[in-house]
């Protein structure tokens, strides 16, 4: 069983970054893949990003590229989401999500952490 805790939410004007925290417990944290999806109002969730176990392979959906960072630290469980130059369209929940493999499906997710993005 593994819980997840997300944390760092908040309202940030556009243009402005917010970094997002995801408590892992209940598992061995370093084992599996980890990603984000953010689901906005009125759509469907949407792919953000994803890590490896070992942190060292990376893929971001082309809509935050370059903007957003995705890291973990394995030994203190938590994943990490950097997002910079907001704007009012990234308004959305914000889930942490472990994958079952690599690239796969998410079998566990957190309560997700709302960013609006406004003025």
């Known amino acids: 069983q593994v819980q997840l805790l997300e944390s760092g939410g908040g309202l940030v004007q556009p243009g402005g970054s917010l970094r997002l925290s995801c408590a892992a417990s209940g598992s061995t944290f370093s084992s599996y893949s980890m990603a984000w999806v953010r689901q906005a109002p009125g759509k469907g969730p949407e792919w953000v990003s994803s890590i490896n176990p070992g942190g060292g392979t990376i893929y971001y959906a082309g809509s935050v590229k370059g903007r957003f960072t995705i890291s973990r630290d394995n030994a203190v469980n938590t994943l990490y989401l950097q997002l910079s130059s907001l704007n009012a369209e990234e308004t959305a929940l914000y889930y942490c999500?472990?994958?079952?493999?690599?690239?796969?499906?998410?079998?566990?997710w957190g309560q997700g952490t709302q960013v609006t993005v406004s003025s």
């Open positions: 999500a472990k994958e079952t493999g690599w690239l796969d499906e998410h079998d566990y």
